[in-house]
């Protein structure tokens, strides 16, 4: 039957590279594919495309059509926008009601050399990856206050609303951040949002040994002086950090405090006095240059255009300087984040046998690991994601549950898922 131009029908299912316009040529593309076996790769900017294993799919579900901001309540606190909708655009919003989106999505723009608006909000919540704030506002998933998408049958998922609240039952806002897109595709998400404090300030103390910097850290988060960020990196990443106020050379251990001027100053003295800071190399970073320091944090400055393998460790920060000293045989770089219990590892050479004898010591320290970059092709020979064999059987039955065919990203996180 030949279908008018203004028809809602989607055109070309002979195409490899599907672009929908519309929510209802997105089902009509899911459920073409599924009554025809296709596998399909889903995409928006594709900055995070690199991550995970690579895919060999008969269509490619292109989503950046799906953008554009819905509905936005200041006075409420949440923004519901497309799935495909750019997080630069959806911070520039945000920010004419001095807001924002306090989870910090990792910007991977600068590792992937792609110039891609810091990618979509949809890749962010598939990916689950969050900045400094971690450990004072929770991880992107904490954020995601309902959505709207489409199972691997084309058939309308709809999960949460605008109101934050306690429910009972299964909670699909959370089950689907992390997935990276191997269970639903995204068309529709509301995100809480906060007010972007009054002032920021950040303590840098240089030349800590590791171990130094831990405790300060450690201290810092258990503290009542509230952070809201704490990194540590070594010397070798000194000359990333230009700023005029930085006059002491050696390691960068830095922490964020945020809120009102006079409660700012506040517990910067208290730091100064429980640390006895004024007897060592330290410095106060400004608003202006702390909003600098943190998003090149975000957008993992010091590892620009690098063409190096890059890995992503989360382990519990009592752990951190036993596997970082197991580490060193590797020869890695690495900086820490989220007050020592995140890793970010830089390495020269990495091979299949390598990626192993890592995935080992994370886990004998109860952490896990993640392959982001990988500089030869290894991601068809080893294992981008750690995941136990109770965790794989239960992403099995919910993979069956929600794609039964198995056509969204098959195998992108896991064989078999």
């Known amino acids: 039957m030949e279908l008018k131009r ?8 002979n195409s490899t590279i599907l672009k929908p316009s519309n929510e209802e ?21 594709g900055s995070k495309k690199g991550i995970g294993k690579n895919l060999q799919c008969k269509k490619i579900l292109d989503m950046s059509n799906i953008s554009g901001i819905i509905n936005y309540k200041p006075d409420e606190l949440y923004i519901t926008v497309k799935a495909s909708t750019p997080i630069n655009s959806i911070q520039d919003e945000l920010k004419k009601n001095n807001q924002h989106l306090a989870f910090e999505p990792v910007n991977f723009e600068k590792i992937f050399e792609k110039d891609s608006k810091e990618g979509t909000i949809a890749g962010a919540l598939s990916c689950n990856f969050s900045g400094s704030r971690r450990f004072k506002v929770g991880s992107a998933r904490d954020h995601i206050l309902g ?7 084309g058939e309308k998922i709809k999960s949460g609303g605008t109101v934050q609240k306690n429910v009972t039952g299964y909670d699909l806002s ?26 920021t300030k950040t303590i840098v103390i240089s030349g800590l040994p590791l171990e130094d910097s831990l405790e300060i850290m ?21 000359n990333s950090f230009t700023f005029n106020d930085l006059a002491y050379p050696g390691s960068i251990t830095a922490i964020r405090l945020e809120g009102t001027s006079g409660s700012v100053d506040q517990r910067i003295k208290n730091f100064y006095n429980q640390w006895s800071l004024n007897e060592k190399k330290t410095t106060i970073l400004d608003k202006t240059q702390s909003v600098i320091f943190w998003e090149d944090t975000r957008s993992l400055k010091v590892f620009s255009n690098t063409d190096k393998s890059l890995l992503r460790v989360v382990v519990p920060p009592s752990e951190t300087t036993n596997l970082i000293s197991r580490l060193r045989l590797f020869h890695a770089n690495c900086f820490l984040d989220w007050g020592g219990s995140l890793v970010w590892l830089e390495l020269d050479y990495l091979s299949s046998e390598k990626i192993d004898q890592i995935r080992k010591r994370v886990l004998d320290v109860g952490g896990y690991l993640t392959v ?15 995941v136990n064999p109770i965790e794989f059987r239960i992403s099995q039955n919910i993979k069956k549950s929600f794609d039964p065919k198995r056509i969204f990203n098959p195998g992108r996180m896991y064989r078999g898922i």
Do not use: H, M, W
């Open 372 to 386: 982001i970059k990988s500089k030869q092709n290894l991601k068809d020979s080893t294992e981008v994601f750690t």
């Open 218 to 238: 450690g201290s810092a988060l258990n503290s009542s002086n509230d952070p809201s960020g704490a990194v540590f990196y070594p010397e070798n990443f000194r």
């Open 174 to 199: 959370k089950l689907i951040t992390g997935s990276f897109g191997t269970l639903v595709v995204l068309t529709e998400i509301t995100l809480k949002v906060l007010p972007l404090e009054s002032d």
């Open 147 to 153: 959505f709207k998408g489409y199972n691997g049958k």
């Open 25 to 45: 040529q997105v089902q009509q593309i899911i459920r073409y594919c599924y009554k025809n076996n296709l596998s399909i790769e889903i995409i928006g900017t």
């Open 6 to 13: 203004n028809s809602q029908t989607f055109q070309d299912f």
